[in-house]
């Protein structure tokens, strides 16, 4: 064989073996969903098998539930070392590194809807501020693909909250932090305790409402069989997923994967909020339907009066580090160009 012909084997070779090392490339993500929840087998069985397809079967991904690998707050040291290849998980879980992850994983009552979440995150500066804040605390660690939100979680109610002034007095379960402060500022009175516990709570009179999930989420774990006051749509929370990506791992991409590796992302959550927004309207439907349950949609009125309150929060929050107050002043921006606040 001439050295030419050799020379032109071994580059016909090299290229076979990128293209199999290619198609070997498999991401392990830890998740913030249970396996059993409808986000974590829906894009583990629906959006797996299409990264597959829009790679040509270079990329695919291991999904593994909350807490399977590392601690749910341990994600990012995970992604650093190597154990995990990214996170797909709540920002809000890292909000005790600084309060700027709470304000960036979960600006409660900031937003009327999940389509103003994705678009901040997406369009809005939020990724921006997100990867700014992870490469502020874990410098040159992750890469963050994207963050997006899936769901507008209801209300759980015993009591008929109307408005604001129905919020005085109420207890109701909270997660410490952010959340707690805004209910409080409202009136109420938080209560921290496990989601598992909330169903007896309210049976036994401890809480009278609950800051849960999305409404079809808050119907199966039979919350409305107690509380038959629901607030939909919500008033307060959207938590924000990010997708990170250890750096390494991102720059080792070629710019056609890590473009695929976005898209899927954000088609993705795209494809879960409809789905999961289709759900909690066919049930509140049913429940309307029944006579059983008292859906409550607070008027924009009141939305707006509760936003108010929230900003109050939101401003103590932000004083706590520089970097909460630049992702308050990201949600600012973009809130002020949509005519959320003036």
Known sequence: MTLKRLAAAVALTAGAMSGMAQAETVLKLQTSTQSGAFEYTYIAEEWGERLKAMSGGELSIEFFPINAIVDR?????AVMAGVLSGDLTAVSYFAGRDPA???????????????????????????????????????????????AASAKEALVA???????????????????????????????????????????????GVIDAADASA?????????????????????????????????????????????TLEIWFYATYDDVRRQLDLQDRAQVSKDVASGEINVIDWPQEERDKFRAIAVEAWEETADKSPAARAALEAHYTYMRTIGLLK
Request: glycine residues 10%; negative net charge.
């Open 73 to 77: 707050k341990e994600t990012p040291e």
């Open 101 to 147: 992850f709470a304000i960036l994983g979960d600006l409660i009552a900031g937003y009327d809807s999940v389509d103003q979440v994705q678009t901040f995150c997406r369009h809005g500066g939020g990724r921006d501020a997100l990867q700014a804040l992870w490469d502020a605390t874990l410098p040159d660690a992750v890469h963050v693909v994207g963050c």
């Open 215 to 259: 409404y079809i989420n808050n119907s199966t774990s039979g919350f409305h069989q107690i509380a038959k006051n629901p607030l939909y749509p919500g008033i307060h929370s959207m938590a924000v997923r990010q997708f990170t990506i250890n750096k390494g791992v991102w720059e080792s991409l070629t710019p056609a994967q890590q473009s």
């Open 158 to 204: 015993k009591a008929e909250i109307n408005g604001v002034a129905d919020l005085e007095g109420i207890k109701i379960r909270s997660p410490s932090g952010l959340a707690a402060t805004v209910f409080q500022k409202a009136g109420a009175a938080p209560v921290s305790m496990s989601l598992s516990d909330v169903f007896t709570a309210l049976e036994k």
